[in-house]
């Protein structure tokens, strides 16, 4: 007499043999086609071809069990993680270049602005080196279909951003031109622009896929046909679960941008203490320079605000609108930002102190 199995007829935790079989071919598709295929991949590409997928946990143990994955239990969880984004779409943008070398031989730089909130694809440019034209060529084309942003990040490359030499590029020049306010990261801190190196990432995965590229014409074609997927078809880990970068770019209003300055003004101008915001707009955020005093505070808006005897008589770029005001120090670092106070009818000045800024998405960092 043979002893009857105790195992349960459905075991807890164990997908289906369909469902497995599913989740291995939904896996290898993505794969081949140059996409993340991660379990959260897997699952969300499982939904939208209406199939009830597993948990990410479950579809883990079946690309391990299968093969198809390496385990890696020393890799930092994803749980551990700080993300950090722009509150409203248009309130700080990206840009980096990559060099990518075609089958012929031949090299050119693919551009693409990122918003920082959203995470979709602005604009993107395929250009024979990284230069302040091309640069300028990308940007301009992301303004004209979505808008000026309030701010735009970049590394510190000299076709970019030379303001930790003291120098002022082209292209930053252009930025302050049409009221953008131009940062970069600090030099050896890449995490700075994290969300623009990982899109890449998935770029050149995605190219590789689809070799060979022979033609600048064809690599321009790939780079148009990710960026229209990567926006409206891919749903981004990054975001509300099931949404992709064009629906959270369209779920919030813009950030309203700074009013641009006078044609001929190529650099920020002192602006006297008590001036109002140079705008015609009420409510719009402005831009102004101020020069610590001695016992470490800077005068605007009718408010004093403590940065640091440390820090007397350095420059500070403060940008202000109605509600808030934020302090940068010269190289475009967020030192923190304060609610703005009601004009007292006293006529004395309200003193604060600076909030510190919100640490990056990857590790602390005083970058904005």
């Given at each position: 007499?043979?002893?009857?199995?105790?195992?349960?007829?459905?075991?807890?935790?164990?997908?289906?043999?369909?469902?497995?079989?599913?989740?291995?071919?939904?896996?290898?598709?993505?794969?081949?086609?140059?996409?993340?295929?991660?379990?959260?991949?897997?699952?969300?590409?499982?939904?939208?071809?209406?199939?009830v997928p597993p948990s990410r946990a479950t579809l883990a143990r079946i690309f391990?069990?299968?093969?198809?994955?390496?385990?890696?239990?020393?890799?930092?969880?994803?749980?551990?993680?700080?993300?950090?984004?722009?509150?409203?779409?248009?309130?700080?943008?990206?840009?980096?270049?990559?060099?990518?070398?075609?089958?012929?031989?031949?090299?050119?730089?693919?551009?693409?602005?990122?918003?920082?909130?959203?995470?979709?694809?602005?604009?993107?440019?395929?250009?024979?080196?990284?230069?302040?034209?091309?640069?300028?060529?990308?940007?301009?084309?992301?303004?004209?279909?979505?808008?000026?942003?309030?701010?735009?990040?970049?590394?510190?490359?000299?076709?970019?951003?030379?303001?930790?030499?003291?120098?002022?590029?082209?292209?930053?020049?252009?930025?302050?031109?049409?009221?953008?306010?131009?940062?970069?990261?600090?030099?050896?801190?890449?995490?700075?622009?994290?969300?623009?190196?990982?899109?890449?990432?998935?770029?050149?995965?995605?190219?590789?896929?689809?070799?060979?590229?022979?033609?600048?014409?064809?690599?321009?074609?790939?780079?148009?046909?990710?960026?229209?997927?990567?926006?409206?078809?891919?749903?981004?880990?990054?975001?509300?679960?099931?949404?992709?970068?064009?629906?959270?770019?369209?779920?919030?209003?813009?950030?309203?941008?700074?009013?641009?300055?006078?044609?001929?003004?190529?650099?920020?101008?002192?602006?006297?203490?008590?001036?109002?915001?140079?705008?015609?707009?009420?409510?719009?955020?402005?831009?102004?320079?101020?020069?610590?005093?001695?016992?470490?505070?800077?005068?605007?808006?009718?408010?004093?605000?403590?940065?640091?005897?440390?820090?007397?008589?350095?420059?500070?770029?403060?940008?202000?609108?109605?509600?808030?005001?934020?302090?940068?120090?010269?190289?475009?670092?967020?030192?923190?930002?304060?609610?703005?106070?009601?004009?007292?009818?006293?006529?004395?000045?309200?003193?604060?102190?600076?909030?510190?800024?919100?640490?990056?998405?990857?590790?602390?960092?005083?970058?904005?």
């Open positions: 007499m043979v002893a009857r199995s105790t195992a349960p007829v459905k075991p807890a935790r164990r997908a289906s043999d369909q469902v497995e079989a599913a989740a291995l071919a939904i896996r290898a598709q993505l794969t081949r086609d140059g996409w993340d295929a991660g379990p959260l991949s897997v699952a969300d590409k499982m939904r939208q071809m209406g199939m391990s069990r299968n093969g198809v994955v390496k385990p890696e239990p020393t890799k930092r969880p994803r749980a551990s993680y700080v993300r950090f984004r722009y509150p409203d779409p248009n309130g700080c943008w990206q840009l980096d270049g990559f060099e990518y070398t075609l089958d012929s031989g031949i090299t050119r730089c693919i551009l693409q602005v990122e918003d920082d909130h959203s995470r979709v694809v602005l604009a993107s440019h395929v250009a024979p080196a990284e230069t302040s034209d091309a640069a300028i060529a990308v940007t301009a084309e992301a303004i004209r279909r979505h808008g000026v942003p309030v701010m735009f990040l970049t590394d510190n490359g000299l076709a970019f951003n030379q303001s930790r030499r003291g120098k002022t590029s082209e292209f930053e020049a252009w930025l302050v031109r049409q009221g953008v306010t131009p940062i970069c990261g600090r030099p050896g801190k890449p995490t700075t622009q994290g969300k623009n190196e990982r899109l890449h990432q998935t770029l050149q995965r995605f190219l590789d896929a689809n070799r060979p590229i022979m033609t600048t014409k064809r690599l321009i074609k790939l780079v148009n046909d990710f960026e229209d997927y990567y926006n409206r078809q891919r749903t981004h880990q990054a975001l509300e679960p099931g949404q992709t970068p064009e629906q959270a770019y369209r779920a919030k209003a813009k950030a309203r941008p700074a009013p641009p300055p006078p044609a001929r003004t190529l650099k920020r101008q002192p602006v006297q203490p008590g001036a109002i915001p140079v705008s015609d707009t009420p409510g719009a955020p402005a831009w102004a320079d101020r020069t610590a005093d001695t016992q470490g505070n800077v005068n605007i808006c009718h408010t004093r605000i403590r940065v640091g005897k440390h820090l007397a008589g350095r420059t500070f770029h403060i940008l202000y609108d109605d509600n808030t005001i934020e302090v940068f120090d010269t190289d475009g670092a967020s030192l923190g930002q304060t609610p703005r106070p009601p004009i007292p009818d006293t006529g004395l000045q309200p003193y604060l102190t600076l909030q510190p800024p919100t640490p990056n998405e990857t590790q602390p960092s005083t970058n904005p």
